[in-house]
């Protein structure tokens, strides 16, 4: 039988979950959560996205996630692989380790964005040493939120919750805490986690969420690139032995992956006269190079702006 199409928009975000196989934890010891959450950090920065809350249990994570207009299937496929690489090399194992596809539902509504950010924050309290002190727990953002503890991964966005508990930042994580509080004798908690199975919704959540154009031309790209640098790059870029045309190559190749939705096939058919592999290094070339070069920060900001 095949499986349902999973419900996607550019304007979405989601609530997702991954749990591992029924044998198995998912994480066996801190350092693995550590690894995770430096996994979810890199994605969200490669793929600019928001996290807007997390936890990760023994068995399983739950994520509140905009995407800000990326697919969010591809966005999980990157982490959950990526992770399973790590773990069955670290445990000297082989096959699969989570359970089936990722779950998602939409998040539809400030009520159930609000709800379903307290249900994340409340998923330790059922951990030995946690019950009432939750926002002690390391591996969930609750901390942040409450000003209990700093976001040394920087990977939690809080203002797009906090701002429903008004502009005072003191005071909104104080009944931030009240409300997650509240929510944890209503029920909320088994309702939520039924909708992450039944995928109750077939709305989209237009809140004041952004979300950034995707589906840009490789032409159109590098003619902005062009602007924005002062080159002209449509020769250059298939030219090899520059130092600086490999820079321009490198970004473009990342900047068509993130807003053009190529695939490294595709970029290389573009690109003409690479392997899969050359173009894989050349677009975590450029990530990194927009990471520590303003010229091309400011470039790839000025892009993700583009209407």
Do not use: W
Not at 18 to 47: M, P, V
Not at 207 to 216: A, F, G, L, M
Request: hydrophobic share 30%; with cysteine.
């Amino acid at each position: 039988m095949p499986r349902a199409a999973r419900k996607k928009s550019v304007e979405c975000t989601y609530h997702v979950m991954s749990r591992s196989i029924s044998e198995i934890d998912l994480f066996q010891c801190d350092e693995d959560k550590d690894y995770y959450l430096a996994l979810l950090k890199k994605y969200k920065d490669k793929y600019c996205c928001k996290i807007y809350a997390y936890a990760l249990m023994d068995n399983h994570v739950h994520v509140y996630i905009n995407p800000c207009g990326y697919d969010i299937s591809l966005f999980m496929r990157c982490l959950n692989n990526a992770y399973v690489a790590y773990f069955n090399r670290r445990y000297n194992r082989h096959g699969h380790l989570y359970q089936g596809r990722f779950g998602s539902t939409i998040v539809d509504s400030d009520t159930y964005s609000l709800t379903l950010s307290a249900y994340i924050h409340n998923n330790p309290k059922d951990l030995p040493d946690y019950a009432g002190k939750e926002e002690l727990y390391r591996y969930s953002s609750y901390g942040i939120y409450t000003g209990r503890r700093k976001d040394l991964e920087g990977i939690v966005d809080v203002s797009f919750i906090l701002a429903h508990f008004g502009g005072d930042k003191n005071a909104a994580r104080e009944k931030y805490r009240a409300f997650t509080e509240s929510m944890r004798e209503t029920g909320i908690m088994k309702e939520v986690d039924n909708s992450i199975i039944r995928a109750y919704t077939e709305n989209v959540y237009n809140s004041e969420k952004s979300y950034i154009v995707r589906n840009r031309t490789p032409e159109e790209i590098v003619q902005r690139v062009g602007q924005l640098l002062g080159e002209r790059l449509e020769e250059a870029l298939r030219r090899k032995h520059s130092r600086e045309t490999s820079k321009v190559r490198a970004f473009v190749t990342y900047i068509m992956r993130i807003l053009c939705g190529y695939t490294y096939k595709s970029i290389c058919k573009y690109m003409g006269n690479m392997s899969t592999g050359g173009v894989t290094r050349l677009s975590n070339e450029g990530f990194r190079l927009l990471k520590k070069n303003i010229q091309y920060n400011n470039a790839f900001n000025s892009l993700i702006q583009m209407g």
